[in-house]
């Protein structure tokens, strides 16, 4: 008989060959995830015409990159108009404007895995991603040519830095967190200026870690002290223009909400705001769930990133409600970014459930109610501000020497996009009220087609000239006024809802 030789035995190999097999499973679930998560952000991403404010974006990406960052153009600071205005190389339809957002909605799927891995391990971390991938309420503003999902992709990543710095013996050593924490809180600062909550509750609870392990340590004063630095030096060139649009925004169309909405808007966000049956019970069920992660921290591992996320789920929308007395800034989108945080600590409250069987049951439950509202989110049809049929109908019914007028003026920044689109040249006027934001004022002076911004009291005199005018209203505070001097000398023909915007047509009297 020959003699074979045999492998020598290493001890182990099962080991290891067991943990390849488990990171090459792990790999391959976390691909399906963002592929479906992908698919599902660009799945009938223009299917509805831009409304206001993703026409406003392209407004601002027409601009400039020293008129973009040398003077506000909108509300929200410059970086996403900045970077819309580089993506522009790859068109301008709808689906092209919006591509940007899905593709940062995308990776904010990898962002949150790597968060839940991070604090719990790698169930946690794909659960997470893939509870993000099916929320329809990160689908939708994914979907949006706005900077709310990169205002949730850099909170995710300062996160990321956060559990980082706060799980490790010596925080201090471990710069790739500190690195994480600075560039995504710069990222979400100049995305939104509700991220200053961010940095706000981040610090109290790095703070108050500190003064609870009783000992002064110098390398980490020194480090927090630094990313602090440079987070409030490179932020401090939108810092007086927030100051400024404090002020301006005093009087602007938000109002502070009663506290019952302002609840409902909160459920919105962490329950599921498209469910047509049981809407009322989800964010219960949802918030239940998130609980159970945070005891889950608090009683096995390290409970210190478990009030850091906690922070960021309850205070956000108390704080953002209570600045709302002063400036109001309290809305859905406004309260989107604390969605990144519940979504990790339900996702951690699911994987720790005993027995162990009632893991997948829940899992199968929450996924199932995430699907069924992000079903229905990709089925409505009603569409919010059809700029596109607005334009279409005008041209196609519109004698000569027509006028469009505005309330509020900005209106004419999406008419415009779908009339040159469409090659309709028609005279325009904009009415603007005396206390509206200068930054609107200054969008509507660079129109791309022709404009005037006139004020209530020059109306008559703007519109002698026409025997037709279109009013196109949109949040239009002196609607009464305007119609009440256009009936001096004009018939009303008719009027309708199209989506949120009010169409008037008034023909001059003979």
């Known amino acids: 008989m020959p003699f074979v030789r045999r492998s020598p035995w290493v001890p182990g190999t099962k080991a290891v060959v067991r943990a390849n097999q488990c990171n090459s499973a792990r790999l391959i679930t976390l691909c399906l995830i963002v592929l479906l998560g992908a698919g599902l952000r660009f799945y009938g991403i223009g299917r509805e015409a831009l409304w206001m404010d993703e026409a406003t974006t392209v407004r601002c990406a027409d601009l400039t990159l020293s008129e973009i960052w040398g003077q506000p153009c909108d509300d929200n600071p410059p970086l996403y108009f900045a970077l819309q205005k580089a993506w522009l190389v790859f068109g301008r339809s709808e689906a092209a404007l919006r591509s940007l957002s899905a593709i940062i909605g995308t990776l904010s799927i990898l962002i949150i895995y790597a968060v839940g891995e991070k604090l719990a391990g790698t169930g946690v971390g ?99 002290l630094s990313a602090n630095l440079i987070i409030l030096g490179v932020w401090s060139w939108w810092l007086p223009v927030i100051i400024q649009q404090t002020f301006e925004l005093k009087d602007f169309w938000l109002v502070r909400p009663p506290l019952s909405t302002a609840i409902g808007t909160v459920e919105n966000v962490y329950g599921q705001m498209y469910l047509s049956a049981g809407q009322r019970y989800v964010p219960l069920v949802f918030i239940a769930l998130s609980g159970l992660g945070l005891i889950r921290l608090f ?72 699907s069924t509202a992000l079903t229905n989110y990709l089925s409505y049809t009603v569409k919010r501000e059809p700029w596109d049929e607005i334009v279409q109908m005008i041209k196609t019914s519109s004698p000569k020497h027509a006028v469009v007028l505005f309330c509020a003026a900005d209106g004419e920044i999406p008419f415009s996009y779908y009339a040159v689109r469409s090659q309709f040249l028609i005279a325009m006027g904009g009415i603007v009220l005396p206390g509206e934001p200068a930054w609107r004022k200054r969008l509507v002076y660079k129109p791309v087609s022709h404009l005037r911004v006139i004020g209530t009291d020059q109306l008559r005199e703007f519109v002698d000239p026409f025997p037709t005018v279109w009013l196109v209203e949109r949040f239009c505070e002196p609607s009464a006024a305007i119609h009440e001097g256009m009936s001096n000398d004009y018939d009303l023909l008719r009027s309708e809802w199209m989506g949120g915007l009010l169409i008037t047509l008034f023909s001059k009297k003979s």
Request: aromatic share 14%; charged share 5%.
């Open 299 to 370: 009683v096995v591992r390290n409970p210190w990133p478990g009030v850091l996320l906690a922070a960021f789920i309850g205070f956000v929308p108390i704080l953002t409600y209570v600045i709302s007395f002063h400036t109001p800034i309290f809305m859905l989108r406004t309260l989107l970014w604390p969605l990144v945080p519940f979504l990790i600590l339900m996702a951690t409250g699911i994987v720790s459930m005993r027995p162990w069987p009632l893991t997948p049951v829940a899992i199968v439950l929450v996924i199932g109610i995430q």
């Open 126 to 224: 794909l659960l997470s991603a893939g509870l993000m991938a099916t929320s329809a309420l990160h689908v939708e503003y994914s979907q949006e040519a706005r900077g709310y999902v990169l205002l949730m992709a850099g909170s995710a990543l300062a996160i990321w830095g956060l559990i980082g710095i706060l799980a490790e013996a010596a925080p201090f050593r471990c710069p790739r967190s500190w690195f994480a924490y600075v560039l995504g809180s710069v990222v979400a600062l100049y995305s939104h200026n509700t991220a200053a909550l961010f940095i706000i509750l981040s610090n109290l609870v790095l703070c108050c870690w500190w003064a609870a392990h009783w000992r002064f340590s110098r390398c980490f004063l020194l480090a927090w």
